[in-house]
């Protein structure tokens, strides 16, 4: 019997330097720590709380190393800023169409999925063309309704 070959399971690097060349920059560790940071607590840290995640096991990275790492895979679309009011910008891995919910009591960032039909229920006026769409939820996470 032949052993079935997984072509697509060769060992490297992953998607992210590919991603980053495709986009001009270069592979740095720098760029790997902050991006697997990023995938590792998903909760839309801010640059400062990216930083001192990044230092536990970088020691000697900066902060303006990570600002120019969060810049690189921003423009890389791996991950995305997201703002709310004035706070500081935070940032995003999950790429997929999706919604943040904030929740005003202790300040958490949920992703929420969007429903496909979301955009066909927009109710937009004849002739508008949606490119893009981001819709903010706030209230209470799970956490801090079930405390209330
Ligand atoms: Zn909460
Ligand atoms: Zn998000």
Do not use: W
Not at 18 to 44: C, K, M
Not at 116 to 136: C, D, H, M, W
Request: aromatic fraction near 6%.
């Amino acid at each position: 019997m032949d052993a079935v070959k997984h072509p697509k399971r060769e060992k490297h690097d992953g998607p992210l330097n590919e991603r980053l060349a495709t986009s001009g920059f270069r592979f740095t560790p720098q760029r790997q720590h902050v991006y697997d940071v990023l995938l590792g607590d998903r909760n839309h840290p801010t640059a400062e709380e990216v930083f001192i995640r990044a230092k536990k096991g970088m020691a000697d990275i900066s902060i303006a190393t990570v600002y120019n790492c969060l810049d690189a895979l921003v423009k890389c679309d791996l991950v995305k800023q997201v703002n709310l009011d004035r706070d500081a910008t935070r940032y995003c891995p999950n790429m997929t169409e999706h919604s943040h919910f904030y929740c005003d009591e202790c300040g958490d960032i949920h992703d929420i999925a969007l429903p496909a039909t979301t955009q066909a229920n927009l109710n937009l006026p004849r002739g508008f063309r949606v490119k893009q769409y981001e819709i903010s939820l706030r209230g209470l996470c799970r956490d801090c309704a079930a405390k209330q």
